[in-house]
Structure formats: C-alpha cells, structure tokens
C-alpha cells in the first residue's frame, strides 16, 4: 500500500508544475530589485509592483487554489460518455440477470470454485487480498490524491478525489444493492462494493493523470501506475470471491459501478467549465 501510495504521488508531481513561472518571476524580481532599506524595514518590493498584489495565478507564499482547467478534453468527453453508457448498461443488464437470486449460476460457479478452494488452503490470504478494499485503505489512498491536488491548487481534480470513493459507494450500497437484491449466504451482494472502491480509486488516477507527458518516465508513470491500480482491483475482487462474499459477476459489477461513477463526476464536475466558454464563445460571436 505504501508502495502504491509513492507512486501515486511521484505521478501527480509530474502532471501538475509546483510553482507558477508567474510566480518565479515575481520572487525573482523580489529578490534582484535594488535596496536602499533600513534595518527592520518590510520586504523589498519592486517599484513596478509596489502597492499591488500578486496577480491572478500566483501563490504567495502558500497555496491558492483555482478551479482548473477541464478534467476531460472534448475527445475525452466522449470517450468518457461512452465508457459511462457502457458501465450503466452492463449493471443494468446483469442485475435484472441475477436480481433476486440466492445461488450462483453456472459461470460463476466456474470461476468461483477454484479460487474458493485454492485460497480456502491457504488461511488468512483471502482477508489480505480484500484488504485494500476496505474504508481505511481507501480512505488512506483518497486522502493522499487529495492532499496533492490542493497542494498543486487544482480544486477540481481535489474535488474529484474526495468524491470518487464515497459516491461509488452510495451508488452500490444505497442503490444497486437493494435494487437488484442479489445475495450471497443471506447478505445482500450485487454489486461487490469492495471491488467498486478499488477500480474508482483506479479511474480517479487514471484521470487526474490524463495529461500531456513531460518526459519519457512521466509517460510510462502514467500508464503503469492505473494499470497497477486496476490488478489491484482485480486482487480484491479475487479475495472477496475467496472470502465467500461476492460472486464473480458481483465484482464485475463493482467495477463498472466504480469507473462509471468517476465518469460521471468528471463530466459533472467540468460542466460549469463547459458553460463558461459555451457564454464567452456566445458573447463573442455577438459583439
């Protein structure tokens, strides 16, 4: 987990610059600016921005968060609409399937078997296989994509991040789950939420991490750290499986549960952004 954590945030430093040119030049000419003070007196501030603030975009000395440019580009918009469609329809689809079933079908029971038996000699590996699904782990992971995204002023991807984990889960647990009511040993289990957790955290860091490359590590960062994050994904599904919780279609459904919902946040969360050029582009065309 700590290993992934430090991938995550060696990513994150590439996509987004630390410090605004803006504001390196600004603390440059702070610094090169002639000095005819006296001891005690405040900063020396250049003549030519004395009694100004810093402008828009420069962050002196802390943090200043904008809303950012969109999470999506217009090609991605659709791809991501598309991948959304897609997640609802396959959830649909195999919930109406299984809605009110107690046993698993023959598929499942052809996956599930031998990873059931196989996990079932080896005591306790099935519990740490589920583990990075849980709410602390995840919770651990959110909080550290979070951090980084306020720390770089990026308030929408930061907003995507605390959102991501919790909204997949009202979508599984508060929806789909009594909807379609599917169960497992008496408890309620379509879709699986563990799995669901996992692959929003990886959809949340394959998007943040949409971005044109810096360098050559910083593009094979980009492809390998989400790719690591959904065989994770694919490790808890197999120990929810092992741990007799979920069936195999439970957590195929987890994980459209959770790539849809960042879908959708994304693209709700770029929609004031969307608007405002939408207004510029109007104002234009008309003045």
Known sequence: MDQLTRFIVTLLRYSEPMVPVKQRAWTRALRDAPSSRRPGDGPVVPESQAGTAPPSGYRVPGVRLRYGRPLLGPAARLWAGVLLTSCVILVTVLGVIFAHQTTA????????????????????????????????????????????????????????????????????????????????????????????????????????????????????????????????????????????????????AGAAVGIGTVCGLALLLDLPIWLRQRSVLRASAGG
């Open 105 to 252: 079908d023959r598929l499942d029971h052809a996956i599930d078997s031998p990873i059931i038996t196989w996990l079932g000699s080896h005591p306790g590996l099935a519990a740490w296989l589920a583990a990075p699904g849980s709410q602390l782990p995840a919770a651990t992971l959110s909080a550290v994509i979070v951090i980084f995204c306020l720390f770089t002023g990026r308030l929408n991807r930061a907003l995507l991040a605390v959102a991501a984990v919790p909204a997949a889960v009202g979508v599984n647990d508060g929806l789909c789950k009594p909807l379609f009511h599917r169960t497992y040993l008496g408890a309620l289990s379509y879709p699986s939420g563990h799995t669901a957790t996992m692959f929003a955290l990886a959809a949340t860091v394959a998007l943040l991490l949409y971005v044109p490359p810096r360098s050559a590590r910083a593009t094979m960062l980009r492809l390998v750290i989400p790719a690591a994050a959904c065989v994770l994904g694919g490790v808890v599904a197999v120990g929810v499986i092992g741990l007799r919780w979920h069936y195999f279609t439970d957590t195929v």
